[in-house]
């Protein structure tokens, strides 16, 4: 009995022996990871020349083994610029459905009354179908769309104001039509020959043209507040500029839609927006435009500000019967977003606003999210990998390891998203850097020489 007891008793000593260094080996090897990993942030992104005045924040994260490799100020706050379209594009994935709604349509005897639900791909010249124009175009009764719904502002919180003749800030609306933009065209057969100048769509609004024989470069520059467009003609052959307009709530597109529909279309009253509002839910019929992902792919690939301003509002409308970025973002950081590692500053859908803060941390939990809700299969169908989009200059030629969302500003550089390794992990990182004050180009590069050191190496 003495034996079997000494028995017992090594092999429960063997076994605890052979537990405890398991355990040390793994934290050595944890240990080890954290250490490679930082030798290999500092000599490629902190030690970089393009990033001497820079301030940056790194999170690495194994989801299987639900562990951190490696944090660097991940607990920071860093203006993300467009990674703030990762929040956006994650709630559009769970609340807009597998297709868009470009209105709701209540329809009585002598009138029907279309609210808008601001879908962005309206006669926008990337989308062939349009089911809303096709179905007023066919009817018979007046027609009539309310914008009661919107209680939003045209440019965001924390926009540079001077940017509002470029396209990438077009204004946001409830019926956004083509794009909420105006493409001028210059051509002309050779320098002697007087240019031809265009606009598609045709408009109405004020044009006036600028008279000077020294201008090389075609330009069209619009008035601050309203749609008056000044031409100035260039020596280009062939010349195309995108610019915004005024949307005036609903009230541009209404102008736009007139050839469009060949019909007349009336602001709907409030009396009107009042009897939709108390319809029963079954009484009201639901327009549908385009697959959500045929959106959300060109916003993440392109880093389209318009799409994802407006997605944003879209999922306002689902949730809260309303068009509001302030308070649709109020509602997500509540809910959805309540236990992110650090609170977000949110301000906008795209991420033009500098008062957007989020910490490395924040992104990996959300993506997280992403995978685990909606599975990597459609998330590699949205993001852009390497050779795509904003990533069609990095992570070549080898492709479809890396699934991530880039992010640019003046001084500001980010990308967050998904990592294979060559070993077959799966990592989800974030990187964010503020502040710096060299070409985004190299920055870019450091941070390419290091998110493809995790791939090699792991």
Known sequence: MNDELKMYRHRKSLIRFIILNSSFIIFLSSCSVQKQIAHSAKENILSAPALQTAHTGISIYEPATNKYWFNYQGDKYFVPASNTKIPTCYAAMKYLGDSLTVALILEKDTAILAVPAGDPTLLHPDFKIHRLIDHLRKETRSIYIADNNWKDEPLGSGWAWNDYNEYYMA??????????????????????????????????????????????????????????????????????????????????????????????????????????????????????????????????????????????????????????????????????????????????????????????????????????????????????????????????????????????????????????????KLLIFSILVNNHNNSATDVRRAVEKFVQGLREKY
Request: no cysteine; net charge positive; aromatic share 10%.
């Open 171 to 424: 204004e946001r609306s409830p019926l956004p039509v083509y794009g909420n933009v105006i493409k001028w065209i210059q051509e002309k057969e050779d320098e002697e020959e007087q240019p031809v100048i265009y606009s598609i769509p045709e408009i109405t609004w004020e044009v006036n043209f600028n008279i000077d024989e020294k201008n090389k470069n075609f330009n069209v520059k619009r008035a601050v507040g309203i749609n008056s467009f000044l031409l100035s003609e260039g020596t280009e052959k062939k010349k195309e500029q995108l610019v915004p307009f005024v949307t005036a709530g609903i009230q541009s597109a209404l102008d736009l839609l007139k050839d469009t529909l060949k019909k007349k279309v009336s602001i709907g009253s409030s009396a009107q927006m009042r009897g939709f509002r108390h319809s029963i839910r079954n009484d009201l019929k639901r327009i549908h435009s385009q697959p959500t992902d045929s959106l959300l792919k060109p916003m993440m690939h392109r880093s389209d500000n318009f799409f994802a301003e407006q997605s944003l509002l879209m999922v306002s409308n689902e949730l809260l019967g309303y068009m509001s970025d302030e308070k649709i973002i109020d509602s997500l950081l509540k809910t959805d977003f309540k236990d992110l590692p650090q609170k977000p500053r949110w301000a906008d859908g795209s991420g033009l606003s500098r008062y957007n803060l989020f910490t490395p941390q924040d992104f990996v939990s959300i993506l997280t999210r992403m995978k685990n809700e909606f599975g990597m299969e459609r998330i590699k169908t949205i993001f852009p990998t390497g050779g795509e989009g904003t990533l069609s200059s990095y992570y070549k030629p080898e492709g479809g390891y890396i699934y991530a969302k880039t992010g640019t500003l003046s001084g500001v550089v980010s990308l967050s998203g998904f990592l294979y390794t060559k070993k077959k």
